[in-house]
């Protein structure tokens, strides 16, 4: 069984940044994907950034702005966020495809983590 855990959310003035966190815990499995969604209130879930078998990917409302970074060694994804907008506040979901070594692959959701962007 693996868990996810975030942190790093947070209230921030328009222009300003924050860093979001995320780590599995448990055994016997490897990463196929990481990454990170975000769900505004009365719309739904979308993608932020993942890193899927090496390769990253942007929403392009973020392109410039945020960037995701792992650690292998710690099992932790990062998004640094910087240029916050009012229109990035949302709850933020971190997501790992779990590759077990013993059986298939499947999604794993961190708890969500808020962050909003207001003056």
């Known amino acids: 069984q693996v868990q996810l855990v975030e942190s790093g959310g947070g209230l921030v003035q328009p222009g300003g940044s924050l860093r979001l966190s995320c780590t599995a815990s448990g055994s016997a499995f490897s990463i196929n994907a990481m990454g990170w969604y975000r769900q505004a209130p009365g719309k739904q879930r979308e993608l932020v950034a993942i890193i899927i078998y090496g390769s990253t990917n942007y929403a392009d409302s973020v392109k410039g702005r945020f960037t995701i970074s792992r650690d292998n060694a710690k099992n932790t994804v990062y998004l640094q966020m910087n240029n916050l907008k009012p229109e990035d506040t949302a709850v933020y979901y971190c997501?790992?495809?779990?590759?077990?070594?013993?059986?298939?692959?499947?999604?794993?959701w961190g708890q969500g983590s808020q962050v909003t962007v207001s003056s």
């Open positions: 997501y790992f495809e779990v590759a077990p070594y013993v059986g298939p692959s499947f999604d794993s």
